[in-house]
């Protein structure tokens, strides 16, 4: 009887540990809505443009053409820091599909975490040509303009 406590309890601590990893690893995603915005709330311009890469990185080009090298999401927060650094704009950033990647979950979620992180609104250019901001909904989320009014 010793044998198959043991066992069963050793399965359930195994049950709770691989569900706490699968958590951990895919809770970021869960926490970030692309919320449709008002037309009169895209900006006309915007001063970082993003192409979703494989492997969850980004094709960033400083000069905003498609020669972009890809970055992660480390490389990401460091070409922005040396943008506002060196006191160039980074108050909105554009996330669109490029010709051999789609947008992915990741690819929302890191980029929100760095909008909020660095304090700068994500968008997100849709299939459909709607813009989309990215807005962090989990813990220490601020609410998007529009809750504020």
Do not use: W
């Not at 010793?2 to 809770?27: E, P």
């Not at 915007?46 to 990185?57: C, G, H, I, P, S």
């Amino acid at each position: 009887m010793r044998n198959t406590r043991s066992a069963n309890l050793f399965r359930a601590a195994m049950l709770a540990a691989a569900a706490a990893f699968l958590a951990a690893c895919h809770g970021g995603a869960k926490n970030v809505s692309p919320d449709k915005v008002r037309p009169e709330n895209v900006p006309a311009n915007f001063d970082v443009t993003l192409e979703a890469a494989k492997d969850n990185q980004f094709d960033y080009d400083p000069d905003g053409g498609s020669n972009g090298a890809p970055l992660t999401v480390e490389d990401l927060r460091g070409a922005l820091r040396y943008r506002l650094e060196e006191h160039l704009p980074v108050q909105t950033v554009l996330l669109k599909r490029s010709d051999k990647q789609r947008i992915t979950k990741e690819h929302i979620a890191y980029l929100a975490r760095v909008a909020q992180e660095m304090k700068f609104k994500a968008f997100m250019l849709e299939k459909d040509g709607g813009v989309s901001e990215l807005i962090p909904t989990g813990r220490g989320a601020e609410p998007a303009d529009e809750d504020k009014k």
